[in-house]
């Protein structure tokens, strides 16, 4: 294919506002999918995000085009990952492309996620061809989400197209644009190759299947390659590009994206964007913007059966293999046994591999509350960081601790600021300052500890602005905060699995409800138990489940619609899982009762 007849573009959106009904579209009109295909939303793979309605994972494929001027085109589509627990990954799809659709719902109007993906784009140097989608429905605005979007990125009405994704209508006219507006890549065969890894999949019998975005040069069918991050040297066995099914090729060349496969047995080898070269007549720099990804999130993992701890080894292993954003080291809690402590990118990724755990690997977990990890100043000037609460050193050896911050941008309507404002206040936030959408709608900044919206914050978020909120969010570093920890103790033991870090003036409430929390949650037992919560050696708070005498069910819960809902539903069904801790048999709901406190 010549070079100028290639156009590489990626859709971008806010989540459920079109993006897989789009791509879907767009494969059908082309003639990319059979017929018999049609209906399934083939770029979501894995049955956990159909069912999410997320796209996890970022794949390419290729459609052909004949244009109205007569000429044959290739599309390239690179499908992005919608999450903020992957921008990371959306950053290296999107540096695969030319241009970008952004795709904006017709009901619903500019989302968080929408300017957070537009922003991205944008960054890249992408072209950006805004699209209205879902035209067909009787309560949309197209011109009121018109003008957000002019507001928003400065385009002119015309420019906008309008389509309904569902209905088919306007998807000639979008295929005519990409063609006419995404620039074709620049020609750089000459030059020597240069391929940026987009993403990478596992599969159990070709090793890696490495997506690549040819940048310069070109590779061929046997050629040895390098990748820039480990040095590590490959055979390109196969080569190829992405239809519904992979298509091998000979050549793949400076402009076009496709798949590299060279028995890789372990995607770490293959890291989102890292830069492939060939080994005999290298580039010597990589690509721009490589970055090892940290994850943000971390939580123990334990078998319910003790037996089953290697079990769980394997199944982490397996799921490793298939993302490189997985860490886990094993560790010991005197409450719970041997377990992994595991980091993850966010909150969404660690529902995400708890579920496929429980799901595709069949191992029973109880999981601890996640937490953020936090850097300690030794009084001795040493730094460490603590990704679990009990491995806190003792206050008297900390000069002081640090936890991480992010800015996060809250779009939501006028009425709600005065809500919003107070949830972020109970939650530590810093208010920057706010910009007006339009007349009813405002773009919220502020600052937060990542702690404090990890767990429920966009659900309390849904609910005070019942529904009328969307939010993203952004690392932006360490800062030092008063933060202490605080332990709970079962008949004066310490139970390390419930230990939490939390800031001083929120210590002494947390520690009163977290006591009458679980007191709701521990069954009484043959004789009583006294459950305490203490900063250092102090006790702050304390409730006593008196010794049985008839059987006791153990308590419901309130509490309210959700990602925290569902966390304690999954760990309600497993209530007979209980753990003895000490002499105190404990249900592992316990493990998660802070979840539940508001
Ligand atoms: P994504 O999260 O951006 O991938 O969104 P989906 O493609 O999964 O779409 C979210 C929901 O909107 C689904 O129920 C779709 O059927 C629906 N939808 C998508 N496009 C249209 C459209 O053009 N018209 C209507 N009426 N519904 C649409
Ligand atoms: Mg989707």
Request: proline content about 3%; overall charge negative.
């Amino acid at each position: 294919t010549d070079v100028d007849a290639i156009r590489n573009f990626c859709i971008i959106a806010h989540i459920d506002h079109g993006k897989s009904t789009l791509a879907d579209r767009l494969l059908e009109v082309t003639g990319t999918l059979g017929h018999n295909q049609k209906n399934a939303q083939v770029l979501d793979d894995m049955d956990l995000e159909r069912e999410r309605g997320i796209t996890i994972k970022s794949h390419a494929i290729q459609m052909h085009y004949p244009g109205a001027d007569g000429r044959g085109y290739v599309l390239n589509l690179i499908d992005t990952p919608g999450h903020v627990d992957f921008s990371y990954e959306v950053s290296r799809s999107l540096a695969a492309c030319e241009g970008a659709l952004l795709v904006v719902d017709a009901t619903q109007g500019v989302e968080a996620q929408t300017i957070a993906n537009l922003y991205l784009a944008v960054e890249a140097g992408l072209e950006i061809i805004p699209v209205i989608n879902k035209i067909d429905l009787p309560s949309s605005d197209v011109e009121g989400v018109s003008r957000q979007i002019m507001d928003l990125i400065g385009n002119e009405q015309e420019e906008i197209i309008q389509v309904s994704a569902k209905a088919g209508i306007g998807i000639d006219e979008l295929l005519e644009a990409i063609i006419h507006r995404v620039p074709a890549p620049a020609d750089y065969r000459e030059q020597p190759l240069r391929a940026l890894i987009f993403d990478s999949v596992f599969d159990a019998y070709r090793g890696a299947v490495v997506y690549l975005r040819i940048v310069e040069g070109r590779l061929r069918k046997g050629d040895r390659v390098r990748f820039f991050a480990n040095n590590k040297v490959f055979v390109a066995d196969e080569i190829g590009t992405m239809g519904m099914k992979r298509q091998p090729c000979d050549l793949l060349e400076a402009g076009n994206v496709g798949y590299l496969i060279c028995s890789i047995k372990d995607v770490k080898d293959a890291k989102v964007g890292d830069t492939v070269t060939l080994a005999d007549t290298p580039a010597h720099e990589r690509l721009a913007g490589y970055q090892d990804v940290k994850p943000m999130v971390f939580s123990g993992l334990y078998p319910v059966n003790s037996d089953e701890f290697e079990d769980l080894r394997e199944s982490l292993e397996k799921l490793s293999l298939n993302d490189a954003s997985l860490v886990y080291t094993p560790e010991t809690s005197a409450a719970l046994g041997f377990g992994f402590r595991c980091g993850f990118l966010g909150l969404l990724h660690m529902e995400i591999i708890q579920e496929r755990l429980e799901r595709e690997y069949h191992v029973q977990i109880i999981t601890t509350v996640p937490n953020v990890e936090y850097r300690v100043l030794r009084s001795n000037g040493e730094t460490v960081l603590v990704d679990n609460p009990s491995k806190m050193p003792e206050s008297a050896v900390i000069a002081h601790v640090e936890e991480p911050y992010v800015k996060v941008q809250i779009i939501t309507l006028a009425e709600y600021i005065g809500n919003i404002m107070k949830l972020s206040m109970e939650r530590r936030g810093e208010y920057k300052n706010t910009d007006y959408l339009d007349t009813l709608r405002v773009c919220i900044h502020f600052e937060f500890p990542l702690a404090e919206i990890v767990f429920d914050f966009h659900d309390r978020l849904k609910s005070v602005s019942k529904g009328y909120a969307s939010m993203d969010y952004e690392y932006i570093g360490y800062r030092q905060s008063d933060l202490v920890k605080l332990d709970v103790l079962l008949n004066g033991e310490p139970v390390d699995a419930l230990s939490t870090i939390v800031h001083r003036s929120k210590a002494y409430e947390w520690g009163r409800k977290l006591c009458q929390k679980l007191k709701g949650i521990i069954p009484k037992q043959m004789y009583e138990v006294a459950i305490q919560a203490a900063i250092g050696s102090r006790v702050i708070s304390r409730e006593t489940v008196s010794a049985m005498r008839k059987n006791v069910l153990a308590k419901c819960y309130g509490g309210d619609i959700s990602r925290k809902r569902k966390l304690l539903e999954k760990q309600k069904e497993g209530k007979k899982r209980m753990k003895q801790v000490g002499r105190v048999e404990v249900p592992q709901e316990a493990f998660l009762a802070i979840l539940n406190i508001d």
